[in-house]
């Protein structure tokens, strides 16, 4: 009768168990730590700074609103994208007895979202007859959030937010 030899089967050791263990809390340890190091050194998902002291201000901000309705102008407002990078605002304002604003201080402020760094202003110049109207080149494609401000005379500014997506 003839016998058959059998290999040994590789047994997993108290050593090599020891070593595997250990790898996968280390794979899981690094692994963590790059999640944690990407999360705070990211973007923070903040949009304002002050959040919370904005917050508790929200009924000035609601006095602000009902005030500039209490101003009585008509205003007409377009934000568009004009191309390749660039934004056309145009706004014709007008006072309570249908007379033209000339005389406002129009700005038109950016802000991205997105990302900090990229936010600015642009003035928009008066065309004609209360009309105020630029066509203002971004620094870079995407949405941006458009807040036209119009003052004149150190007044409360009458403010319009749009937003528009630059392609």
Do not use: C
């Amino acid at each position: 009768m003839q016998t058959q030899d059998f290999a040994p089967s590789p047994l997993l050791t108290g050593r090599k168990f020891l070593l595997w263990l250990l790898g996968s809390f280390f794979v899981v340890a690094a692994v963590n730590g790059l999640m944690v190091y990407y999360a705070v050194h990211t973007f923070s998902g903040e949009i304002e700074s002050h959040s919370y002291a904005n917050g508790l201000t929200f009924n000035r901000t609601l006095e602000a609103i009902a005030a500039q309705r209490d101003m009585g102008w008509q205003v007409d407002g377009q934000v568009t994208a004009a191309g390749r990078g660039t934004v056309a605002v145009k706004a014709t304002y007008r006072d309570r007895t249908n007379h033209s604003l000339t005389d406002l201080r129009v700005v038109a402020h950016f802000t991205r979202l997105t990302n900090e760094g990229e936010d600015f202003d642009a003035p928009v110049p008066h065309q004609d007859n209360g009309s105020y109207a630029a066509d203002i080149p971004v620094p870079a494609l995407g949405q941006w959030q458009v807040r036209l401000s119009a003052e004149r005379d150190r007044e409360r500014p009458y403010l319009l937010d749009y937003r528009v997506f630059v392609k």
